[in-house]
């Protein structure tokens, strides 16, 4: 499958993007679909990850409250909702699908984006 994620860019302390990640080359529905962020010289870190069906969700600690990830099936599209973003939230944000496993951990999953830089200022 192919993921192409996009929507970052540069935002103040405090403020709201939305990240998308779109997926083509096979039935979406079928993968588990995670955002993960990687800042210089740290390895990639879980945010968020959505089951297949959208009903389940998991967030890594510093995001809850703050970001929600959503799917959209019929789109084959996966989406993180960034609101009151920190100056730590800066990172190159990745969505990743996975197959076989509902997990945030990095290397169950199959397939990754390209990334999108997100920069929040403080």
């Known amino acids: 499958v192919q993921l192409q994620a996009y929507g970052g860019g540069l935002v103040q302390a405090g403020g709201s993007l939305r990240l998308s990640c779109a997926a083509s080359?096979?039935?979406?529905?079928?993968?588990?679909m995670g955002w993960f962020r990687q800042t210089d010289g740290k390895e990639r870190e879980f945010v968020a990850v959505?089951?297949?069906?959208?009903?389940?969700?998991r967030y890594t600690d510093s995001v809850k409250g703050r970001f929600t990830i959503s799917r959209d099936n019929r789109k084959n599209a996966v989406y993180l909702q960034m609101n009151s973003l920190k100056p730590e939230d800066t990172a190159v944000y990745y969505c990743?699908?996975?197959?076989?496993?509902?997990?945030?951990?990095?290397?169950?999953?199959?397939?990754w984006g390209q990334g999108t830089q997100v920069t929040v200022s403080s």
């Open positions: 990743g699908a996975d197959r076989y496993a509902w997990s945030v951990a990095e290397h169950e999953y199959d397939y």
């Open positions: 959505v089951s297949r069906d959208g009903g389940l969700t």
């Open positions: 080359g096979d039935i979406f529905s079928t993968y588990s």
